[in-house]
């Protein structure tokens, strides 16, 4: 029963070490993230054009929300006759074509709404809008997340100035209105997150971005596959794999309301897990690759570790180790381990910012679990996810 507490320990030393090494390796460069950020605030003070842009908006049964995005993107400080809004409605029973139809009216902005007869699934219907749209730059967006007035004018700026740029992402603000388990650990997965996306910036590019806005040059992605993987990590790997550098860019904010219950952020977080993995697995040649880089052979390893290694062996070997301590004879070891429980309790409920990124930790360590085991899945179709 030792060798197997052993064994369940030197897993878990495992994922701390790799963990270790993306703080030194990517997180800790402080002068490169330095560098970075002066880099694209000098390249918006110098753009003075700013190209025609097509929007992208993916909805269904999104008749309650679709008219409030649209008269954001009509508020945009961006020249609204260089928009053009394509609407996808994928087979909505609820009438949210006819409101986007209205709505696009309404607000005078230059769109149309490309309606699915049957029902497709995100990245088939993102490939259909793909080959509609007639400007070079392609900015795709939720229906349900709101854009700051300046985040579309601030990324095409990157996007446009910044060298070997081929795409760019912004920051997302959670919006909720109870603290909760599920904002409380949304919040802290949210600092860490922006800083993993901005510190892989300065060193290549940012994996996987934000879904709920992209800009990117439209040439370097005429399509994502159809049936597996989430949009934003298609797009991201298709742009790298161009020779070309993803962006994470913070002052370019999207507000995005997020699940206040952890069932619902369960729902949420699993799907985008197991998208988010499929890519992971389908582009397994970018592993160590030299040719994409430091992505190749820095960022995407470590991440991959991180997302498709890892969380197995953190909870098989906190299991190994738990019960090979239980089942020992050696009484030391079980109130050592007794005594750790108390220890973590102690730091989750007094240690405020330490104990909330430990629960964030292991709760998107389940999630990644859980995509991972549910992976073989297609991903065709998305659910509606509870929040206000």
Same mark, same amino acid.
């Given at each position: 029963?030792?060798?197997?507490?052993?064994?369940?320990?030197?897993?878990?030393?495992?994922?701390?070490?790799?963990?270790?090494?993306?703080?030194?390796?990517?997180?800790?460069?402080?002068?490169?993230?330095?560098?970075?950020?002066?880099?694209?605030?000098?390249?918006?003070?110098?753009?003075?054009?700013?190209?025609?842009?097509?929007?992208?908006?993916?909805?269904?049964?999104?008749?309650?929300?679709?008219?409030?995005?649209?008269?954001?993107?009509?508020?945009?400080?961006?020249?609204?006759?260089? +928009?053009?809004?394509? $609407?996808?409605?994928?087979? &909505?029973?609820? /009438?949210? =074509?006819? @409101?986007?139809? #209205?709505?696009?009216?309404?607000?005078?902005?230059?769109?149309?709404?490309?309606?699915?007869?049957?029902?497709?699934?995100?990245?088939?219907?993102?490939?259909?809008?793909?080959?509609?749209?007639?400007?070079?730059?392609?900015?795709?967006?939720?229906?349900?997340?709101?854009?700051?007035?300046?985040? +579309?004018?601030?990324? $095409?700026?990157?996007?446009? &100035?910044?060298? /070997?740029? =081929?795409? @760019?992402?912004? #920051?997302?603000?959670?919006?909720?209105?109870?603290?909760?388990?599920?904002?409380?650990?949304?919040?802290?997965?949210?600092?860490?997150?922006?800083?993993?996306?901005?510190?892989?910036?300065?060193?290549?590019?940012?994996?996987?971005?934000?879904?709920?806005?992209?800009?990117?040059?439209?040439?370097?992605?005429?399509?994502?596959?159809?049936?597996?993987? &989430?949009?934003?990590?298609?797009?991201?790997?298709?742009?790298?794999?161009?020779?070309?550098?993803?962006?994470?860019?913070?002052?370019?904010?999207?507000?995005?309301?997020?699940?206040?219950?952890?069932?619902?952020?369960?729902?949420?977080?699993?799907?985008?897990?197991?998208?988010?993995?499929?890519?992971?697995?389908?582009?397994?040649?970018?592993?160590?690759?030299?040719?994409?880089?430091?992505?190749?052979?820095?960022?995407?390893?470590?991440?991959?570790?991180?997302?498709?290694?890892?969380?197995?062996?953190?909870?098989?070997?906190?299991?190994?180790?738990?019960?090979?301590?239980?089942?020992?004879?050696?009484?030391?070891?079980?109130?050592?381990?007794?005594?750790?429980?108390?220890?973590?309790?102690?730091?989750?409920?007094?240690?405020?910012?330490?104990?909330?990124?430990?629960?964030?930790?292991?709760?998107?360590?389940?999630?990644?679990?859980?995509?991972?085991?549910?992976?073989?899945?297609?991903?065709?179709?998305?659910?509606?996810?509870?929040?206000?």
């Amino acid at each position: 029963m030792l060798l197997l507490a052993i064994l369940g320990l030197f897993m878990v030393l495992f994922v701390f070490t790799v963990y270790l090494l993306y703080f030194i390796l990517i997180y800790r460069r402080h002068g490169n993230v330095f560098n970075y950020l002066r880099a694209i605030e000098t390249t918006q003070k110098f753009v003075a054009f700013l190209p025609s842009t097509s929007v992208i908006i993916n909805t269904y049964n999104e008749a309650k929300i679709i008219r409030r995005k649209i008269e954001n993107i009509s508020r945009l400080n961006y020249p609204q006759e260089k +928009l053009e809004v394509l $609407v996808i409605d994928d087979c &909505s029973s609820d /009438g949210t =074509g006819d @409101v986007a139809e #209205k709505a696009l009216t309404d607000f005078k902005i230059n769109g149309k709404v490309l309606r699915n007869a049957l029902r497709l699934g995100l990245n088939k219907s993102m490939n259909s809008a793909f080959s509609s749209v007639s400007n070079d730059v392609v900015c795709v967006t939720d229906s349900d997340a709101l854009l700051d007035e300046n985040a +579309l004018k601030i990324a $095409v700026a990157v996007l446009q &100035s910044f060298e /070997g740029a =081929g795409g @760019v992402t912004g #920051k997302i603000v959670p919006v909720y209105s109870v603290s909760d388990v599920a904002t409380v650990s949304e919040d802290s997965y949210r600092f860490y997150y922006d800083n993993c996306m901005l510190s892989e910036s300065s060193l290549h590019s940012a994996f996987p971005g934000n879904g709920p806005f992209l800009v990117f040059n439209k040439w370097l992605v005429s399509s994502i596959p159809a049936d597996y993987g &989430s949009t934003d990590a298609n797009i991201a790997m298709k742009i790298v794999k161009s020779g070309r550098r993803f962006l994470y860019v913070p002052e370019a904010l999207i507000y995005e309301p997020v699940p206040e219950k952890i069932s619902q952020q369960r729902l949420q977080k699993v799907r985008r897990a197991r998208r988010l993995i499929q890519v992971f697995l389908h582009n397994i040649d970018v592993l160590g690759n030299k040719r994409f880089g430091k992505f190749g052979t820095i960022i995407f390893p470590l991440k991959f570790l991180m997302h498709v290694i890892c969380p197995p062996l953190v909870f098989l070997g906190l299991a190994f180790v738990f019960l090979g301590v239980a089942l020992s004879e050696v009484l030391a070891l079980k109130l050592g381990l007794l005594l750790f429980f108390f220890l973590m309790l102690g730091i989750v409920l007094f240690c405020k910012r330490v104990g909330r990124f430990l629960v964030s930790f292991i709760l998107h360590q389940a999630y990644l679990l859980m995509g991972f085991l549910l992976s073989y899945k297609k991903s065709v179709y998305w659910k509606i996810i509870d929040r206000r």
